[in-house]
């Protein structure tokens, strides 16, 4: 009997026919190539179109800095809103690996429309002597639904992807388990190549040879992505959509509302819960009871009226109830990560902005774009992610016992540590910058400050190190800790801190320039850098990461960490990443 059991894995994966998934010829590292394959692909072909889309937007599409800039910031906003519709979908009904097919085919019309908007006679915009373009209405809106297209198709792929990869690997089964965490590492690194190729190479291609190839290679690469994600078909495992999680939380909110007067029985074991070892709901396992948030648990209460007519929303099982604890457990973690986004988003703006005043000169003839420094923090992902699991790791893990080496809590709360040294940097070198400006009498806005752009390099590291902490700690925790049923969403609601961090940091900059600017003052951050204090403002985020980590430590402490029923001391149980 043991035997045949370990035949199969024990999370509930099945494979394409719908049968328990065996181990020996599914899954594990043998699937994964053509999944971080596809997702290198992917990420290649998306940060290809979008690093260079804003001067698209002001060359061809004749629009100026403000309104190409907002159009930009727009798009890539809805990039980061799409994945909650997808997540929704594969959790509820088509699961990971249809809703990433299926949202594939969206990407790729949507790239071969933007790569026909910029290459086919009477697409593309007619450019008089000067170079400037007068596109037609029809010739803008082709290029918008392009757009909009790749973001609904992004917004299928994002939060599935790195979940999927994920299912690949039986977390009841240790040495799998082990391989799951080192997973998300080369998953980050697979994006950060593709990343990397996208800022040089396809830059260059639309810089130099035309708008044409530069979206047009970045579609055909998509076709590899896809080509590459259909090939793995056979070795995938799955886990099997739950039907709505919306619908189960709200049952629980509804079921504890209406018994609110009813008390919760001492013994936990009357609350109700189904007697098959599955759990009620589609493709997940049950959950053992916690005792955070216990007014929930009145929706598991059998009152008398239960045992004549149940309801499912009226009496609900304490696995349905522990699914929605779990969500609101990680929420709070989830806001931590907001200012960790704020800091990162300070690469493509701040940081720009400190590089603009700087000696931009690599030898006699050649000037680096301050923008394009930014491939620092790409480089120093791909340095630290083969350190972090080939060196730290192991290293840590002789010290703990445990097969992470940190805790996920641990490693995210490291990241923030370390990105607060990002900053120290960044603000570090503005002093040195606004000595060189006074010593030598800069202040007109086009004077350049005889400091090297290369001293900016450690901040864009620091940052790099960071995020494999920090983010790479994220995807994993909230794959591990969501419920079964609800993986993709919780992915997608963790993809959200990047854009909310974004838009902080557009309220910390409006805030700072009102109060910085009264009375007639230039404030800290004003056109001309070299008469403010960027400085300050690194500080203020400085300041604001210290808080936000002595806040994150108080959170950590407080957080429960999952627990199935069938495995309540299985890794990832409380008791072993504390």
Same mark, same amino acid.
């Given at each position: 009997?043991?035997?045949?059991? !370990?035949?199969?894995?024990?999370?509930?994966?099945? !494979?394409?026919?719908?049968?328990?998934?065996?181990?020996?010829?599914?899954?594990?590292?043998?699937?994964?190539?053509?999944?971080?394959?596809?997702?290198?692909?992917?990420?290649?072909?998306?940060?290809?179109?979008?690093?260079?889309?804003?001067?698209?937007?002001?060359? /061809?599409?004749?629009?100026?800095?403000?309104?190409?800039?907002?159009?930009?910031?727009?798009?890539?906003?809805?990039?980061?809103?799409?994945?909650?519709?997808?997540?929704?979908?594969?959790?509820?009904?088509?699961?990971?690996?249809?809703?990433?097919?299926?949202?594939?085919?969206?990407?790729?019309?949507?790239?071969?429309?933007?790569?026909?908007?910029?290459?086919?006679?009477?697409?593309?915009?007619?450019?008089?002597?000067?170079?400037?373009?007068?596109?037609?209405?029809?010739?803008?809106?082709?290029?918008?639904?392009?757009?909009?297209?790749?973001?609904?198709?992004?917004?299928?792929?994002?939060?599935?992807?790195?979940?999927?990869?994920?299912?690949?690997?039986?977390?009841?089964?240790? /040495?799998?388990?082990?391989? %799951?965490?080192?997973?998300?590492?080369?998953?980050?690194?697979?994006?950060?190549?593709?990343?990397?190729?996208?800022?040089?190479?396809?830059?260059?291609?639309?810089?130099?040879?035309?708008?044409?190839?530069?979206?047009?290679?970045?579609?055909?690469?998509?076709?590899?992505?896809?080509?590459?994600?259909?090939?793995?078909?056979?070795?995938?495992?799955?886990? /099997?959509?739950?039907?709505?999680?919306?619908?189960?939380?709200?049952?629980?909110?509804?079921?504890?509302?209406?018994?609110?007067?009813?008390?919760?029985?001492?013994?936990?074991?009357?609350?109700?819960?189904?007697?098959? %070892?599955?759990?009620?709901?589609?493709?997940?396992?049950?959950?053992?009871?916690? !005792?955070?948030?216990?007014?929930?648990?009145?929706?598991?209460?059998?009152?008398?009226? !239960?045992?004549?007519?149940?309801?499912?929303?009226?009496?609900?099982?304490?696995?349905?109830?522990?699914?929605?604890?779990?969500?609101?457990?990680?929420?709070?973690?989830?806001?931590?990560?907001?200012?960790?986004?704020?800091?990162?988003?300070?690469?493509?703006?701040?940081?720009?902005?400190?590089?603009?005043?700087?000696?931009?000169?690599?030898?006699?003839?050649?000037?680096?774009?301050?923008?394009?420094?930014?491939?620092?923090?790409?480089?120093?992902?791909?340095?630290?992610?083969?350190?972090?699991?080939?060196?730290?790791?192991?290293?840590?893990?002789?010290?703990?016992? /445990?097969?992470?080496?940190?805790?996920?809590?641990?490693?995210?709360?490291?990241?923030?540590?370390?990105?607060?040294?990002?900053?120290?940097?960044?603000?570090?070198?503005?002093?040195?910058?606004?000595?060189?400006?006074?010593?030598?009498?800069?202040?007109?806005?086009?004077?350049?400050?005889?400091?090297?752009?290369?001293?900016?390099?450690?901040?864009?590291?620091?940052?790099?190190?960071?995020?494999?902490?920090?983010?790479?700690?994220?995807?994993?925790?909230?794959?591990?800790?969501?419920?079964?049923?609800?993986?993709?969403?919780?992915?997608?609601?963790?993809?959200?801190?990047?854009?909310?961090?974004?838009?902080?940091?557009?309220?910390?900059?409006?805030?700072?320039?009102?109060?910085?600017?009264?009375?007639?003052?230039?404030?800290?951050?004003?056109?001309?850098?070299?008469?403010?204090?960027?400085?300050?403002?690194?500080?203020?985020?400085?300041?604001?990461?210290?808080?936000?980590?002595?806040?994150?430590?108080?959170?950590?402490?407080?957080?429960?960490?999952?627990?199935?029923?069938?495995?309540?001391?299985?890794?990832?149980?409380?008791?072993?990443?504390?």
């Amino acid at each position: 009997m043991g035997e045949v059991a !370990d035949m199969y894995t024990q999370d509930g994966t099945v !494979d394409m026919k719908g049968n328990p998934a065996v181990k020996k010829g599914t899954g594990n590292w043998r699937a994964c190539p053509y999944i971080l394959a596809n997702e290198c692909c992917e990420r290649l072909a998306y940060y290809g179109m979008s690093t260079n889309l804003v001067n698209y937007m002001k060359t /061809r599409l004749g629009q100026g800095n403000s309104v190409a800039a907002n159009n930009v910031t727009n798009w890539s906003g809805t990039c980061y809103i799409t994945p909650l519709i997808g997540a929704f979908l594969a959790d509820a009904y088509m699961g990971r690996y249809w809703t990433i097919a299926s949202f594939m085919i969206i990407y790729i019309i949507g790239l071969a429309l933007l790569t026909m908007a910029s290459s086919v006679k009477g697409m593309v915009p007619s450019c008089d002597g000067s170079g400037t373009c007068h596109p037609t209405e029809s010739q803008t809106a082709a290029v918008f639904v392009a757009l909009y297209l790749i973001a609904l198709g992004t917004g299928g792929i994002k939060p599935c992807v790195s979940s999927f990869g994920a299912d690949q690997f039986d977390e009841n089964d240790e /040495r799998e388990q082990k391989s %799951k965490s080192s997973f998300f590492n080369w998953f980050y690194f697979s994006i950060n190549i593709g990343a990397l190729v996208a800022s040089t190479v396809l830059v260059y291609v639309q810089t130099h040879v035309g708008w044409g190839w530069g979206f047009g290679i970045p579609a055909v690469v998509m076709a590899i992505a896809v080509v590459s994600f259909f090939i793995g078909t056979p070795l995938y495992r799955h886990q /099997r959509p739950g039907g709505s999680p919306i619908t189960r939380i709200a049952q629980v909110l509804v079921a504890s509302a209406l018994k609110w007067s009813v008390a919760v029985p001492a013994d936990k074991a009357q609350l109700h819960e189904t007697l098959d %070892k599955e759990s009620g709901i589609e493709g997940s396992r049950k959950l053992e009871h916690t !005792d955070q948030f216990g007014c929930l648990d009145k929706a598991a209460v059998v009152t008398a009226e !239960d045992r004549t007519a149940a309801s499912p929303w009226r009496l609900c099982t304490v696995t349905q109830v522990e699914e929605l604890k779990s969500v609101v457990r990680l929420l709070p973690i989830w806001a931590t990560g907001i200012v960790f986004a704020t800091v990162y988003g300070q690469m493509s703006t701040m940081f720009v902005l400190q590089g603009n005043t700087l000696d931009q000169r690599m030898g006699p003839r050649f000037s680096i774009p301050s923008a394009t420094l930014s491939m620092v923090d790409t480089i120093s992902v791909i340095i630290w992610v083969p350190i972090y699991d080939r060196v730290i790791v192991p290293a840590v893990r002789s010290v703990t016992g /445990r097969p992470r080496g940190f805790t996920q809590l641990q490693r995210m709360g490291i990241g923030l540590v370390i990105s607060i040294f990002s900053m120290v940097a960044a603000g570090v070198l503005d002093i040195v910058r606004l000595r060189a400006v006074a010593r030598h009498g800069l202040y007109d806005d086009k004077d350049t400050v005889p400091i090297s752009i290369f001293w900016q390099i450690p901040q864009y590291f620091i940052i790099g190190c960071a995020e494999v902490f920090t983010f790479v700690g994220q995807l994993e925790f909230f794959y591990d800790q969501a419920p079964d049923a609800m993986r993709s969403l919780c992915s997608a609601l963790s993809l959200t801190t990047v854009a909310l961090g974004n838009y902080l940091s557009t309220v910390l900059v409006t805030i700072v320039t009102r109060i910085t600017t009264r009375h007639g003052r230039l404030g800290w951050i004003p056109d001309n850098l070299n008469l403010g204090h960027l400085d300050y403002f690194f500080w203020l985020l400085a300041v604001l990461s210290l808080l936000n980590f002595l806040v994150y430590l108080l959170i950590a402490k407080w957080y429960k960490y999952k627990k199935t029923a069938e495995y309540p001391d299985a890794k990832g149980g409380r008791n072993q990443e504390h």
